[in-house]
């Protein structure tokens, strides 16, 4: 008798869905009525197919097939319930949060919003899928058992006379559940599958919903400037929230706003009709004007490029703002200096005036001596709605969003983290309904900038990101928005003073609405601005949050509250874990932290330290309370509205950029003992300086350089020679390529096994928190990676001595928070200074004025603003010429095959003939073909083939990119690409209908060596070459990947020739903004190829 309802398990409650609509194509755990649903939509039969086979329980495999088959989706295919489950459904992870790593937040500030939350009468049990190998890189590869950070070797004790470490504590355990996160909490009622969403998600309060979603959300703090103003007794304090202050109080009819009456007009009015060029002239100065930015040749029958300049102004609406600054860049005469004459800096008192023109007119004729650049935001949002085109761009975060919270209703989980749209810190107020449908979300970047190598020319500039265009969109040089300049050279003194102009305009925005028509829509709404995130690497990060920085007692950078020690009369503070056990100064001595159970960031004790620190009655009680609290000042967000943005401490973000330049750098001066010896230690007692000699150190240099020519072009800029550019301005791409790349296949049998082991964790590690897709059983795996190396760190290196604890920079206690924060605001990548560096070195490249560089900066800033948003506007002007190279076949699902190819048929040889027969079958001829030398990937990465490659090896600077992962039976394998081929067949013989066999004749690599894999935190794959050939349809490459040949001393004490693999680093984002060109083919040598 079949079983009723009653009688499901807790498992028959969900299943697994591959549906490409929600999912992605990933698996994900629905309801058994979603499950019905999401196969409705299925748009082919493969999908549909895929569906069926990755379904759950197989108790269900058999019963319902009617339902299937009444829906018109079943097929009578008695093989495909019979056969095995070859996609198998590995089960999701429910979406975790920092309490999952043993870590339960008490805090105060933590609330639940508005709940939206289906109800169900089972709690459904997830468990990490036993057996699944974790991976980050690319390095995907077959079931290899549970997953063990640990190679199961133990570090060696702290040399005499340091006593024994403390012990180790626990990470969570890989095997039991993690802690459930409110969003995944449900009622004790088990209804019918949730309802779609309404049309707008923010209905007020008591809008009843059958659907709750539980969320936790940091409350943003509601500080009282006036009670700060009001507690403040010294100037300067004074003087910082007088320009929060101003902030808080921000208008468009404010002084400092000064913008025209027209441009304040367009704001509150904007027009509601698109840009309509007047002449088929003036479109072609328009669509000449853009390809201006570098050489472009001129010519006579067009505007001259100052009246473009005028035009384009002219129908953009974009504006700067010039602002009197002191000569020596010490403060922008704004807020309370505004009226000033004199530099109010003590050190300084140069006059505001320029000296020449002020002795020329016997003081009657005052020009300022100097100024920066404010760029206005609000035209260029509005820009962003006034073509369809753009409008539905713009569209992207809102419908993200929707998809975002159906899947949570339906399934309280969300098994791939990647998008700033799935953090916490960014559902919340979207939930609270701070965030709304029309309104824009914004990040603001912060970074100084040295204009040229040899000569002093620092300067300051920010940007702003725009977060509703979709990732493949808001960080192209065409979406980045330029701020405003501070020129240089010398370091600003006040950057609120100058940074309070841009940041009055959209706070006034905040206050006001911006109004926008959006053309797609054919409607005007009031978008309000939400600043997200103010991002900036860790010297620049201390101009948003007001914090001491990274020697600071408190100076994590997300202001986790973990209080750092010293040395005794050390002024520097450094994030040790474990205090020392030699000898602790006092104010160090606090007990040891545990690794796995640091608190999260945020602390919920900043609105009374801030408190605390104005209130200083004198300078000696703020310098005491400033190394107490971490605070230094105010900062000038503080003054936006808490419903428009995060807020400090939450905003803060961490910088995967620079920490991992950071970290290569302790790490390479370790490992060749270049960093600092305290007096009471000795180098020679260092057992981990393996690169101090000479000659090994310039061996390994060599080594990295010629492992370059392994890696694709498609990796981006390959390493230099270490050894040789350490010194001079190694780029932090480098670093990140080599230290989390080629450093743990390099360094084997270099480091001690100890120091390597350790090290691999780290490299593993940041090789997932680098992904832009990262699962939630990778995200555990980098966070207890992470936290080993950290742990391991300090018992190897610093091993608890006072006279090593500057060994534990700031950087080190980073990388604990990289997983944690992932959970509240979406992968790293995503909010680290890349786009910044390259808006900094793109706009560096249009200087033209040596001689006034910083004014010819900004200019360039305001001319990149005015012509990205005539792009906006009109995008006509600015696409680039679509469609494939001359004689590209376009193979479908994003693969296209580019030439060269073979002028005449290839006759292959026996073993070619063998691998194509096999495939084909038996009673299929060979038909003729030629051969392609490349194919493009649905990933945007090129593979070339080892047939065109082998003939340039002896031409210098070849970039080896014919070695590939595959796809097969869920499994992931490594092939060397001979070469691809078309061979046609017959569909139909009647009608004489042929179609094609897209393949890849292919060399195989064999299967890793699990013992090394293993050993290096699966970091490092080693496989041999085989002379064996096969043939696959081109649609299984999933990747290219470098193939690093290298002579290993295998764990198992075999020394041979080894391939290893090396992924490409961030594979999702690395090409955002700098697409990988399908028109560039160098392959030039040979004949009979066209």
């Known amino acids: 008798m079949e079983p009723g309802p009653s009688s499901e398990t807790l498992d028959d409650l969900h299943w697994t869905c591959v549906c490409m609509k929600y999912g992605d194509g990933?698996?994900?755990?629905?309801?058994?009525?979603?499950?019905?649903?999401?196969?409705?939509?299925?748009?082919?039969?493969?999908?549909?197919?895929?569906?069926?086979?990755?379904?759950?329980?197989?108790?269900?495999?058999?019963?319902?097939?009617?339902?299937?088959?009444?829906?018109g989706l079943a097929q009578a295919e008695a093989e495909s319930s019979a056969g095995p489950n070859l996609i198998g459904p590995p089960p999701t992870i429910p979406l975790i949060d920092p309490a999952s790593f043993k870590h339960v937040v008490q805090d105060e500030s933590y609330h639940f919003g508005r709940r939206k939350c289906a109800k169900n009468t089972a709690q459904p049990i997830n468990e990490p899928a036993p057996g699944l190998a974790i991976h980050g890189w690319g390095n995907v590869l077959q079931d290899e058992g549970p997953f063990q950070a640990d190679d199961g070797r133990v570090p060696p004790s702290p040399r005499s006379p340091v006593p024994s470490p403390p012990p180790v504590p626990s990470p969570p355990p890989s095997r039991s559940p993690p802690v459930q996160h409110?969003?995944?909490?449900?009622?004790?009622?088990?209804?019918?599958?949730?309802?779609?969403?309404?049309?707008?998600?923010?209905?007020?309060p008591d809008a009843g919903d059958d659907d709750e979603i539980h969320f936790e959300r940091r409350q943003p703090l509601d500080i009282d400037i006036q009670e700060l103003m009001d507690s403040a007794v010294l100037c300067r304090i004074r003087e910082e929230l007088e320009f929060v202050k101003m902030i808080q109080a921000a208008s468009l009819d404010n002084p400092i706003n000064k913008m025209s009456a027209e441009g304040v007009q367009c704001l509150q009015n904007p027009p509601q009709a698109p840009i309509d060029l007047e002449s088929s002239g003036v479109r072609l100065n328009m669509t000449v004007h853009p390809a201006q930015s570098l050489d472009s040749p001129a010519a006579e029958d067009i505007l001259s490029f100052h009246a473009v300049e005028k035009k384009i102004a002219s129908y953009t609406g974009v504006e700067y703002i010039k602002t009197d600054m002191c000569l020596e860049s010490c403060v922008g005469f704004t807020g309370p200096f505004t009226d000033l004459e004199t530099c109010p800096v003590s050190s300084c008192g140069a006059s505001r005036w320029d000296p020449g023109r002020l002795r020329a007119s016997n003081g009657r004729v005052k020009v300022a001596a100097k100024k920066f650049t404010t760029i206005p935001l609000g035209p260029q949002l509005q820009a962003q709605y006034r073509d369809p085109q753009s409008a539905h761009s713009m569209h992207y975060l809102y419908e993200r969003t929707q998809e975002i919270i159906t899947h949570l209703r339906e399934t309280r989980e969300i098994p791939v983290i990647d998008n700033i749209a799935m953090g916490l810190d960014y559902l919340g107020p979207v939930l609270d309904g701070d965030i709304k449908e029309n309104d824009i979300v914004l990040m603001v970047s912060l970074d100084g900038a040295q204009l040229y190598e040899r000569k002093d020319s620092d300067c300051w500039m920010y940007v702003w990101i725009i977060v509703n265009l979709a990732p493949d969109q808001r960080y192209q040089k065409i979406h980045v928005r330029p701020g405003g300049f501070i020129p240089g050279p010398n370091k600003p003194k006040n950057l609120d003073s100058f940074l309070c102009i841009g940041m009055h305009h959209v706070a006034a925005l905040q206050k006001e609405g911006l109004q926008i028509w959006d053309a797609d829509r054919n409607l005007v709404f009031r978008s309000d601005l939400y600043l997200l995130f103010p991002t900036a690497d860790g010297p620049g990060l201390v101009y948003w949050d007001g914090m001491v920085g990274h020697s600071g007692k408190n100076g994590c950078r997300i202001y986790c509250g973990v209080v750092s020690r010293r040395k005794t009369n050390g002024r520097h503070y450094y994030p040790v874990l474990i205090k020392p056990r030699d000898h602790c100064v006092a104010g160090s001595d606090h007990v040891d932290y545990n690794i796995f159970d640091l608190p999260s960031g945020g602390s919920h004790t900043y609105t009374q330290n801030l408190k605390e620190l104005v209130s200083s009655p004198n300078q000696t009680q703020y310098d005491k309370r400033k190394m107490s609290t971490g605070i230094t000042k105010a900062p000038l967000i503080l003054g936006m509205s808490p419903s428009h943005s995060l807020g400090v401490p939450y905003c803060m973000t961490t910088d995967i950029m620079h920490l991992a330049g950071n970290l290569s750098d302790l790490l390479i001066s370790l490992w060749r003992g270049m960093i600092d010896c305290d007096a009471t230690d000795a180098i020679n007692s260092w057992d981990w300086v393996v690169l101090s000699d000479g000659v090994i150190w310039d061996a390994y240099g060599v080594s990295v350089h010629e492992a370059g020519s392994h890696l694709p072009g498609s990796f981006g800029t390959r390493p230099r020679n270490i050894a040789e550019k350490l010194t001079s301005g190694y780029k932090t791409w480098e670093f990140q390529l080599h230290m989390f790349g080629l450093g743990p296949i390099l360094l084997y049998n270099i480091l001690p096994d100890a120091y390597f082991a350790n090290y691999c964790k780290r490299a593993r590690g940041f090789q997932i928190m680098c992904q832009h897709r990262i699962s939630a059983e990778s995200l555990i795996a980098a966070h207890t990676l992470l936290c080993k190396w950290e742990r391991g760190f300090e018992e190897l290196y610093y091993q608890f001595r006072e006279d090593r604890i500057y060994f534990v920079r700031l950087c080190v206690h980073q990388v604990n928070h990289l997983a944690t924060e992932t959970l509240r605001k979406g992968p790293p990548i995503c909010y680290a200074q890349w786009t910044m560096e390259r808006t900094i070195g793109n706009l560096g490249q249009e200087i033209r004025q040596p001689s006034n560089p910083y004014a010819n900066l900004a200019q360039e800033g305001v001319r990149r603003c005015r012509v990205n948003t005539l792009l906006a506007t009109m995008p006509e002007l600015g696409t680039p010429p679509k469609?494939?190279?001359?004689?590209?076949?376009?193979?479908?699902?994003?693969?296209?095959?580019?030439?060269?190819?073979?002028?005449?048929?290839?006759?292959?040889?026996?073993?070619?003939?063998?691998?194509?027969?096999?495939?084909?079958?038996?009673?299929?001829?060979?038909?003729?073909?030629?051969?392609?030398?490349?194919?493009?990937?649905?990933n945007g990465q090129i593979t070339r083939s080892a047939w065109r490659e082998t003939l340039k090896a002896a031409h210098g600077n070849l970039r080896i990119s014919h070695n590939v992962?595959?796809?097969?039976?869920?499994?992931?394998?490594?092939?060397?690409?001979?070469?691809?081929?078309?061979?046609?067949?017959?569909?139909?013989?009647?009608?004489?209908?042929?179609?094609?066999?897209?393949?890849?004749?292919?060399?195989?690599?064999?299967?890793?060596?699990k013992d090394f894999f293993c050993l290096s935190s699966q970091t490092v794959a080693a496989c041999n070459l085989s002379n064996e050939l096969i043939v696959t349809d081109v649609k299984q490459i999933k990747s290219v990947v470098a193939m690093i040949p290298r002579r290993l001393r295998l764990p198992s004490g075999i020394e041979e020739e080894r391939f290893c693999v090396l992924s490409q680093p961030s594979l999702d984002v690395s090409l955002l903004g700098m697409p990988y060109d399908i028109f560039d083919d160098e392959d030039d040598v040979g004949g009979n190829v066209e």
């Open 965 to 1009: 992962s595959f796809s097969f039976l869920a499994d992931t394998h490594f092939r060397e690409i001979q070469y691809f081929a078309r061979l046609p067949y017959c569909v139909d013989e009647e009608t004489q209908d042929y179609d094609y066999h897209n393949i890849a004749i292919i060399k195989l690599y064999s299967r890793l060596d």
């Open 883 to 938: 469609g494939l190279p001359i004689g590209a076949e376009d193979l479908g699902g994003g693969y296209v095959l580019l030439r060269k190819r073979d002028r005449y048929f290839f006759s292959p040889p026996a073993p070619d003939s063998q691998a194509i027969q096999t495939f084909l079958g038996v009673g299929h001829h060979i038909p003729p073909f030629k051969r392609w030398a490349r194919l493009r990937l649905k």
């Open 182 to 204: 409110p969003l995944q909490r449900r009622s004790q009622s088990r209804q019918p599958s949730p309802q779609p969403l309404p049309p707008r998600p923010h209905p007020g």
């Open 26 to 71: 990933q698996p994900h755990r629905v309801s058994k009525a979603t499950w019905y649903r999401h196969i409705k939509l299925a748009s082919t039969k493969d999908e549909n197919h895929k569906i069926r086979v990755a379904r759950g329980p197989p108790y269900y495999q058999s019963r319902d097939d009617e339902i299937l088959d009444s829906i």
